[in-house]
């Protein structure tokens, strides 16, 4: 069977740190709160660097570590709800900047589900034989997004990119599945603004990200657990035979209460949450880079990865290191 290997990953994140006590001199809120309840510990703040550079900056470490060239590149989907353009769209500024061009270049919004619906779009596009190499990226200012005086919001999300390239190889199938509750969309709502308001007014409130944080959290606590049990019946795998479990990363607390449903030990559920935060679609890839440079995958090894978020959706998928 054709399927999509991953052959490099990369992934950038903006030097510019804020940590809890950052926050606290902005909103009202403390670092025993933020780390208790979400486990969040500093946030990556772009300040002039844009979606797309920071997609760029992924994606050329990506392929560096493929030892590709990017005239081999076919497709770039860049994951985002974010980007400061909506056109050109960021995956089109990719292609020129990375000199792709022989690929078609487009964006997906799926929020923070949106880099899991990527790689699975990808997936198909290779295992169907019309693309051979693509280049998936999931890439993220939320920081223009939020409201900055809104503490049960800013304190949550952080800025960054990351990117991995696929090469179609001869190997067993990536198993997927994905679903939406548009009834639920106003759990999560977002307009972005592109700009860090740091006065906002409270007339201004709506036009930034609006949560149901604990509508939220139970919404991803029940579906992220049925949705791996639902790709694993589609294989002979079983849940024992998961290396690491590769979730979006949220919140400590939801991906903790993830293990626990599935009465699998917390260590095979990778986090990097503290240093991150919710970085949206980014989570996942700049997640996947960092265990891959630190060497922790071995050919053959079986991933889970699942995301979810505003929409409402959620999506997964089983797949062969
Ligand atoms: O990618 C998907 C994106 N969304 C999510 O993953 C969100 C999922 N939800 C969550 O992570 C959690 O619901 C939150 C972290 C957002 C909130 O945690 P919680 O345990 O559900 O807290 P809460 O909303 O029930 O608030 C508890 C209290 C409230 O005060 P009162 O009413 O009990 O006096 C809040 O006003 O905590 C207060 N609070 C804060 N206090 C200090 C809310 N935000 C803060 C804050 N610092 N930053």
Redesign the pocket.
């Known amino acids: 069977m054709i399927t999509g290997k991953i052959l490099g990953t990369g992934s950038y994140v903006p030097p510019r740190v804020m940590d809890n006590d950052d926050?606290a001199r902005i909103?009202?809120?403390?670092d025993e709160?933020?780390r208790e309840?979400?486990g969040i510990g500093r946030r990556h703040i772009a300040e002039n660097e844009t979606t797309s550079y920071m997609a760029t900056r992924a994606a050329l470490r990506a392929i560096e570590q493929s030892g590709i060239a990017p005239e081999e590149i076919e497709m770039v989907i860049v994951a985002t709800s974010s980007s400061e353009t909506i056109y050109p769209c960021a995956a089109c500024e990719v292609q020129r900047e990375i000199k792709a061009e022989n690929a078609v270049g487009y964006d997906l919004n799926g929020?923070?589900t949106g880099f899991v619906l990527a790689f699975n779009t990808a997936q198909a596009y290779i295992s169907a034989g019309l693309y051979r190499t693509i280049l998936v990226i999931g890439a993220e200012s939320m920081s223009h997004m939020v409201n900055w005086t809104d503490?049960?919001?800013c304190?949550?999300f952080g800025d960054g990119a990351g990117a991995v390239v696929l090469r179609a190889q001869e190997g067993e199938p990536v198993r997927m599945a994905a679903h939406s509750d548009g009834e639920k969309g106003p759990a999560?709502k977002g307009l972005s603004r592109h700009r860090k308001d740091w006065d906002c007014k409270d007339s201004d409130k709506d036009a930034y990200i609006r949560?149901d944080?604990?509508g939220?959290?139970k919404f991803?606590v029940r579906k992220v657990p049925e949705i791996i049990e639902e790709i694993l019946e589609q294989s002979d795998v079983s849940l024992e035979d998961i290396e690491y479990f590769i979730l979006?990363q949220?919140?400590r607390?939801?991906i903790e209460a993830v293990a626990k449903r599935l009465k699998t030990d917390i260590s095979r559920f990778p986090m990097n949450l503290e240093e991150y935060a919710?970085t949206?679609a980014a989570t996942v890839p700049i997640l996947l880079d960092e265990m891959n440079r630190k060497g922790m995958f071995k050919r053959g090894q079986k991933l889970m990865m699942a995301g979810?978020?505003?929409g409402l959706t959620w999506a997964g998928c089983l797949f062969e290191w």
């Open positions: 926050m909103v009202d809120t403390n709160w933020i309840r979400t929020a923070c503490r049960s919001t304190i949550l999560l949560m944080g604990q939220v959290f991803a979006h949220a919140n607390r939801i919710n949206s979810f978020g505003a």
